[in-house]
């Protein structure tokens, strides 16, 4: 059967299908254990794909949907930053507005800038663990690495991560659009809650300050 012009997109693209499977025992290739195996064939299909090295913080993250839409964009540096802004020619000043002191960009943003810092450092404490944040690009190289490994404090730490950033950048644009933000200590409760609400009973143990 030919594919009419008029049909809609959809069943077009279902129609076309056809051709993986016309070639002779194609469809065998597709099989695990004598059973089709969709992964197999989604992978033989899709273009050809580089992987990143931060896949895991964005795929394996039980954070909420939207604290992991907002660090994939900061990832790709594609949030809206002052900085990019006036690359657009939006805007002329670049102040942060959480700090008054530095180029809001997306390195000042996370987490040089001190408010970020401050929320970052006090997130991290909650695992137990002392440092300066580092460079975003190396915070986001330790997150993923957490994300990787299984035990319940690495899950809350990329989770904790993600939404910081979040949080962060929703504090920023409260800052522009209205004048005010939230105190860091606040903002560390939001997070905490944000990610206790998300994680079974063992997991919310390893939150309690
Ligand atoms: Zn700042």
């Known amino acids: 059967m030919t594919i009419p012009s008029g049909m809609s997109w959809v069943l077009k693209k279902i129609m076309k299908c ?9 469809i065998h290739e597709y099989e695990t254990d004598g ?3 969709i992964n197999k064939c989604y992978q033989a299909i899709r273009e050809p794909t580089l992987q990143v ?13 939207k604290s992991l839409f907002i660090t994939w964009l900061a990832v790709l540096n594609r949030l809206s930053t002052k900085s990019r802004l006036a690359q657009w020619n ?24 001190e408010y970020s810092a401050e929320v970052w450092r006090n997130c991290l404490r909650i695992l137990k663990i002392t440092r300066t ?19 319940k404090k690495n899950k809350l730490y990329g989770m904790l991560f993600t939404e910081a950033i979040y949080h962060i950048w929703l504090q920023r644009n409260q800052k522009i659009f209205e004048g005010q933000h939230k105190t860091t200590e606040q903002i560390v409760n939001v997070i905490v809650f944000n990610v206790a609400a998300r994680v079974d009973d063992n997991m919310r143990k390893l939150l309690i300050r």
């Open 53 to 65: 090295s931060w896949k895991r913080l964005v795929c394996n993250n039980r954070a909420t949907p």
């Open 18 to 26: 056809r051709e993986i499977f016309d070639n002779g025992n194609m």
């Open 133 to 151: 944040p580092v460079s975003f690009l190396e915070e986001v190289m330790i997150a993923s690495e957490q994300c990787r490994r299984r035990h």
């Open 90 to 113: 939006l805007i002329a000043d670049t102040t942060c507005e959480l700090c008054n002191n530095g180029e809001e960009d997306i390195h000042h943003l996370f987490f040089q800038c």
């Open 35 to 37: 059973r089709f195996s």
